[in-house]
């Protein structure tokens, strides 16, 4: 019998849902720039330091790139966004990929390029990277196999796949067959990537229903600083929007940028 976490996570799921459907082709239109242009080398100062440096909170915030998933685009960070701009990041970007693409590599160099000029027009040299689903996946191996750890402290990813999901069987998409357990993209990602400097923060649910089985949205590598966020109650759809998980990346992002360690512990965050 389904807990009271999970009915209510799922009716939160297929409010979402409905409601993303509509705002969904807004979000075919290029993102905005997210922050102004000034160049300042502060990523080694704290976001309070940097607040005294630029005289505003909002200017204290590492850049952070948002990340969509499968089939969607940069409108699912739209309450998300929102969010961690109230928290002191000012500077946050979103990229579109296309719903047409067929290979995680190749989305991962359209990233590396995408950071490369947040990095130019911030005078920052590393950024965060937020991720949902296969953004996740798509910013692991920007990282991990193309050098990406230079200019990325933090990969947080919400649901994403990092061990397969058997969802993706059923997907009729050429990317979905890199999403299979076992598949060569995860025999490429689970390669060696001795030195890597950037840390990973995975959130998941045990009622995510597009990661089959749910904690195959944990990341397991011997090379890799991972720090796992398991939540209760909240569906693949609903972790990009809920104030809840909002609030806890926030959080984890502000302790890292204060160059502590996130905390790790089982969360019940109730999906309203």
């Known amino acids: 019998m389904a807990s009271p976490h999970a009915v209510l996570g799922s009716m939160v799921e297929a409010m979402w849902g409905l409601s993303h459907l509509a705002v969904y082709p807004l979000g075919a239109l290029a993102p905005r720039r997210g922050g102004a242009g000034h160049r300042y080398r502060m990523e080694h100062l ?4 940097r607040g005294m440096v630029v005289s505003g909170v909002a200017e204290s915030g590492t850049p952070i790139l948002l990340i969509h998933g499968m089939v969607d685009n940069h409108s699912i960070f739209a309450l998300l966004r929102r969010g961690l701009q109230r928290r002191g990041f000012s500077r946050v970007y979103s990229m ?6 067929s290979d995680v590599r190749t989305a991962a160099a359209q ?3 995408e950071i490369e000029q947040i990095c130019e027009e911030t005078g920052y040299e590393r950024i965060h990277v937020v991720a949902h689903s296969l953004g996740g996946l798509i910013a ?3 990282v991990t196999r193309l050098g990406g750890d230079d200019r990325v402290h933090t990969v947080v990813t919400l649901g994403s796949p990092h061990q397969g999901t058997h969802m993706a ?3 009729p998409l050429r990317i979905a067959r890199q999403l299979r357990p076992g598949s060569p993209l995860f025999e490429e990602l689970d390669r060696p990537v001795p030195g890597c400097t950037t840390r990973f923060v995975c959130f998941w649910s045990d009622t995510d229903e597009a990661v089959l089985p749910a904690h195959h949205a944990q990341l397991r590598h011997p090379d890799l600083a991972v ?5 209760t109650g909240v569906g693949h759809l609903s ?3 809920l104030p809840s998980v909002a609030h806890r990346i926030s959080t984890t992002l502000t302790q890292l940028d204060n160059d502590g360690a996130p905390t ?5 965050i109730t999906p309203a």
Request: avoid cysteine; proline fraction near 9%.
């Open 46 to 49: 704290t976001p309070l330091q």
């Open 227 to 231: 720090t796992d966020v398991p939540l």
């Open 140 to 142: 692991r191996y920007y």
């Open 96 to 101: 579109n990929y296309s719903v047409r693409t």
């Open 239 to 241: 972790l990009p929007i």
């Open 264 to 268: 790790a512990s089982v969360t019940s």
């Open 111 to 113: 990233l590396a390029a």
């Open 169 to 171: 069987r059923l997907l």
